[in-house]
Every structure is written in structure tokens, then in C-alpha cells.
């Protein structure tokens, strides 16, 4: 383990990321930054000028031969504070962990992230939302950084919130940090509400102990990818050691260390049958991360796969 000699921020070389993924599925790492601070943050991306930066690897597919650059993991950033019914909660905190938190505290707004694999940086930069709720809806301001403006703040107003978006990732800006405020609601009735969206979880969506990385792809306007694939008969598709998840069209499952390469060929059979039988070009909501051989970059050029 090396450590950059300013902050002393954990840095480990040839790091293998694939336990720390959704999916389950990663080779190594060049070089792999631990942050527990803003300031930790920025002194790795300052140095390490092209590192890509995950919170949770929740939605995103890391090339079983590895990356060869730097990856910031925020995940160590995990701070929660609570004033009265005001939250600010790091980049690196986990959905649920947040959910339950606050809801301790008799405070409404979190109850669609108890069955969320990814962090709060990840749900904000994509607006994630759930069972009528969205991560936007009680957000005030967030922490960001960009490598031309350093560390700023944004009003709810000026980061352009839509379905699954955000000004973000058209303009590669980083969450650090979310402020919100939630409503007061007796904390019997929010657990109520946190347990019916763990059961509906349950039906409509795999365990967060069965390898997965989310949906795969986004809903087409004024359709749902999952009754377009199901449609199809996608729920009996397979490619090696990866299938789509039999309760759900729209998830593909790790089931037999399946590899990178595996999964985008899966998504592939998913993607070209519902475009013959429906001329609809699903796009993905997996990105991914690393190394591609020939085959890799061929299936990423067509499903459009950042």
C-alpha cells in the first residue's frame, strides 16, 4: 500500500476492484485512491488528472482484463449530519444506510433508497429514483467538483434534474456532497413504507446479495424496457456465466464468475431483439470502466455503451 505523501491518502497499486462492484465481475486497478475527506479528494484529482471516480461500482460494468489509469473510490467519504430536518450526507454514503439513518429520526424522503445498491454521489449525478420518489425531490444544494472550477456549490434549480440525468454528466461534475431537507412524519410510518418497498424489491428487482448492476437499460418515453424485453422472451436469454434475472427482464445477473466480455454480449441479444421486433434502440443505464479486447469494443460501439 503507497500513500501520497501530502494528505496521506490511501492508495493501493494493482488493486483488484471486482468485490468491490455490484456485478461482481473487475480485474485490476492501476492505481486506486481511498479519500476520506473533500480535501483528500482533491489532492488525488489534482495529481491524477485523468482518474475516474465511483462510489458504489453499482451501475457500472469493469472490464475483467482491468484499467490500466487511476480510480478515486469515494466510498470512505461517508459522513452524515442532521440538523433538525436538515441532512447533509457525503458522496460515499450508501443508500440504505442513509434511509435508515434518517428515518431513525422520524424524517421523511429517503424511503425509496432501503433497496438502493449505489451511494449518494451516484444517486444525485443520476437523479435515482423509486415507488414515486426521486433523490432530487427534498435535495437543496450540493458540494461539486470540476477540474476547471475546483470545489462549488449548486441549487437543486441549477443542476437540471430529469428522468435518470442531471447537468452532471454533461458536464463531467462530481458529486461530493448533497444537502436536503426531509419532512417530519412519525417514524412508525416510515417504516412502514421502507418495508413495503423491500418486499416490492424483492419481487421486481434481485437481492442486493445476487451479483447485478441495476436496470440495464432506461425506459424508453412512455414505455418500460422490462415489458419490452420480457416480451421478447429475454427472461430465458443466457451468455456464459450471465443470465437475465427470471422475475425481471431488465436485470442481468452474475451467476458463474461470468466475465465483462459475457455481459455485453448479453446485452447485445437484449438490444437487437427488441429493435427487430419493435425498431426501439434501448440505451443503456451500464457504463463502463477499463481495458476492451477487439470483441469489447465492437459491442460497446453498438449498444452505445459509455
Given at each position: 500500500?503507497?500513500?501520497?505523501?501530502?494528505?496521506?491518502?490511501?492508495?493501493?497499486?494493482?488493486?483488484?476492484?471486482?468485490?468491490?462492484?455490484?456485478?461482481?465481475?473487475?480485474?485490476?486497478?492501476?492505481?486506486?485512491?481511498?479519500?476520506?475527506?473533500?480535501?483528500?479528494?482533491?489532492?488525488?484529482?489534482?495529481?491524477?488528472?485523468?482518474?475516474?471516480?465511483?462510489?458504489?461500482?453499482?451501475?457500472?460494468?469493469?472490464?475483467?482484463?482491468?484499467?490500466?489509469?487511476?480510480?478515486?473510490?469515494?466510498?470512505?467519504?461517508?459522513?452524515?449530519?442532521?440538523?433538525?430536518?436538515?441532512?447533509?450526507?457525503?458522496?460515499?454514503?450508501?443508500?440504505?444506510?442513509?434511509?435508515?439513518?434518517?428515518?431513525?429520526?422520524?424524517?421523511?424522503?429517503?424511503?425509496?433508497?432501503?433497496?438502493?445498491?449505489?451511494?449518494?454521489?451516484?444517486?444525485?449525478?443520476?437523479?435515482?429514483?423509486?415507488?414515486?420518489?426521486?433523490?432530487?425531490?427534498?435535495?437543496?444544494?450540493?458540494?461539486?467538483?470540476?477540474?476547471?472550477?475546483?470545489?462549488?456549490?449548486?441549487?437543486?434549480?441549477?443542476?437540471?434534474?430529469?428522468?435518470?440525468?442531471?447537468?452532471?454528466?454533461?458536464?463531467?461534475?462530481?458529486?461530493?456532497?448533497?444537502?436536503?431537507?426531509?419532512?417530519?412524519?412519525?417514524?412508525?410510518?416510515?417504516?412502514?413504507?421502507?418495508?413495503e418497498n423491500l418486499e416490492f424489491r424483492k419481487s421486481h428487482q434481485p437481492s442486493l446479495a445476487l451479483p447485478n448492476c441495476?436496470?440495464?437499460?432506461?425506459?424508453?418515453?412512455?414505455?418500460?424496457?422490462?415489458?419490452?424485453?420480457?416480451?421478447?422472451?429475454?427472461?430465458?436469454?443466457?451468455?456464459?456465466?450471465?443470465?437475465?434475472?427470471?422475475?425481471?427482464?431488465?436485470?442481468?445477473?452474475?451467476?458463474?464468475?461470468?466475465?465483462?466480455?459475457?455481459?455485453?454480449?448479453?446485452?447485445?441479444?437484449?438490444?437487437?431483439?427488441?429493435?427487430?421486433?419493435?425498431?426501439?434502440?434501448?440505451?443503456?443505464?451500464?457504463?463502463?470502466?477499463?481495458?476492451?479486447?477487439?470483441?469489447e469494443v465492437r459491442l460497446c460501439g453498438i449498444l452505445n455503451v459509455k
Amino acid at each position: 500500500m503507497m500513500r501520497l505523501s501530502a494528505l496521506q491518502v490511501e492508495c493501493v497499486e494493482n488493486f483488484n476492484v471486482k468485490n468491490l462492484t455490484s456485478l461482481k465481475i473487475g480485474g485490476a486497478v492501476a492505481r486506486c485512491y481511498f479519500p476520506k475527506s473533500v480535501d483528500e479528494f482533491v489532492e488525488v484529482a489534482q495529481n491524477e488528472g485523468e482518474a475516474k471516480i465511483f462510489g458504489n461500482f453499482s451501475n457500472t460494468l469493469v472490464s475483467s482484463d482491468g484499467y490500466d489509469g487511476a480510480v478515486i473510490v469515494t466510498s470512505k467519504m461517508d459522513g452524515i449530519k442532521i440538523d433538525g430536518t436538515k441532512v447533509f450526507a457525503e458522496c460515499g454514503v450508501k443508500g440504505p444506510k442513509l434511509s435508515q439513518t434518517v428515518a431513525k429520526q422520524g424524517l421523511s424522503g429517503f424511503e425509496f433508497m432501503i433497496g438502493f445498491p449505489g451511494s449518494v454521489g451516484g444517486n444525485v449525478f443520476m437523479n435515482a429514483s423509486a415507488h414515486g420518489q426521486c433523490i432530487s425531490d427534498k435535495l437543496v444544494k450540493v458540494v461539486c467538483f470540476s477540474k476547471e472550477k475546483g470545489v462549488f456549490e449548486l441549487t437543486k434549480e441549477e443542476m437540471g434534474f430529469d428522468y435518470r440525468t442531471s447537468r452532471c454528466q454533461a458536464e463531467s461534475i462530481v458529486i461530493l456532497g448533497a444537502e436536503f431537507v426531509l419532512d417530519k412524519k412519525n417514524p412508525d410510518e416510515i417504516q412502514k413504507k421502507m418495508s413495503e418497498n423491500l418486499e416490492f424489491r424483492k419481487s421486481h428487482q434481485p437481492s442486493l446479495a445476487l451479483p447485478n448492476c441495476g436496470s440495464v437499460f432506461r425506459n424508453p418515453e412512455g414505455n418500460s424496457a422490462g415489458k419490452l424485453l420480457e416480451s421478447i422472451g429475454a427472461k430465458e436469454f443466457s451468455q456464459g456465466g450471465v443470465k437475465v434475472w427470471e422475475n425481471h427482464a431488465n436485470f442481468i445477473v452474475n451467476t458463474q464468475n461470468a466475465t465483462s466480455e459475457q455481459v455485453l454480449g448479453l446485452m447485445l441479444k437484449m438490444f437487437d431483439g427488441v429493435k427487430k421486433r419493435y425498431n426501439i434502440e434501448l440505451q443503456p443505464e451500464v457504463r463502463y470502466l477499463g481495458n476492451k479486447n477487439e470483441n469489447e469494443v465492437r459491442l460497446c460501439g453498438i449498444l452505445n455503451v459509455k
